[in-house]
């Protein structure tokens, strides 16, 4: 690959196997075509580094973040994903919880500036100590950008924020009444999703309405009841989610019967 690969996940096809000696063994895999040496093999979680390919099912590897590390061999079938990103580095400090490095693209950029404070768009450098997170851009990327970009829970595709929260309702007994949430999405193409939760002991526990008797629109940014007889002290919520995104829950509102 380039000395700077921009895919942070590229085609892999097939599963493979590994063993300790860091020959991995492919079945259905496409080694010479879809993946060349210096590209980054991860197989639940842990990353390794190609260093030679001999054919579509059979190339060597090293770990990735610690030269010279015991591999963990992987059993036949596992799953995996191929990356161009750059060598995780050590450095002399030490002490940190953990460290990686993630692909950023325009729209996690734009959703996790403020949140995990990634300064550009490209290969990032994640370190944590404690509660502490140290995120160094190792190589800028506009342009061009990550492409293919893997997804992961450190930089989410998108940012939900509830702009206006369920309010309180108290109507006379046999009413119809509505609560509603208002959210926005941080990042382009991202499709926000609704899922109204019920509460019967005053928040203790929540559990998902279904779209059943007095109750519609269960999945909408507006939940509709009929007929409020017999729900008074209950308490409704709503958990806004997205596709590569964190979930958010709103806060919950109280139905009185008046």
Not at 213 to 219: A, F, P
Request: hydrophobic share 40%; with cysteine.
């Amino acid at each position: 690959m380039a000395g700077w690969g921009k895919a942070d996940n590229k085609t892999a096809s097939g599963t493979i196997e590994l063993a300790a000696d860091g020959a991995v063994t492919g079945t259905s895999t496409a080694f010479t075509t879809e993946a060349a040496v210096g590209d980054v093999l991860t197989a639940n979680s842990i990353d390794f580094r190609i260093t030679a390919i001999a054919s579509d099912t059979a190339c060597t590897v090293v770990d990735a973040d610690t030269a010279g590390a015991t591999i963990v061999a992987q059993s036949a079938g596992a799953s995996y994903a191929l990356s161009e990103k750059p060598s995780l580095v050590g450095n002399s400090v030490g002490g940190y919880t953990s460290e990686n490095i993630h692909g950023v693209d325009t729209n996690e950029m734009a959703a996790n500036k403020t949140v995990e404070g990634a300064a550009h768009t490209g290969w990032n450098h994640v370190r944590t100590v404690g509660s502490r997170k140290i995120v160094e851009t190792l190589v800028a990327m506009s342009k061009n950008g990550i492409t293919g970009d893997a997804e992961d829970v450190v930089f989410e595709d998108y940012l939900i924020t509830i702009d206006t929260q369920p309010a309180d309702d108290s109507s006379a007994t046999g009413d119809a009444v509505t609560f509603s949430v208002a959210a926005s999405i941080t990042g382009t193409g991202g499709t926000l999703t609704y899922q109204w939760q019920e509460s019967t002991d005053a928040g203790v526990t929540f559990t998902n309405r279904a779209a059943t008797g007095v109750y519609s629109d269960v999945t909408t940014d507006t939940l509709a009841i009929s007929d409020n007889t017999g729900l008074d002290a209950n308490q409704y919520r709503c958990i806004v989610s997205a596709t590569g995104a964190d979930s958010v829950t709103s806060d919950a509102a109280t139905l009185t019967e008046a």
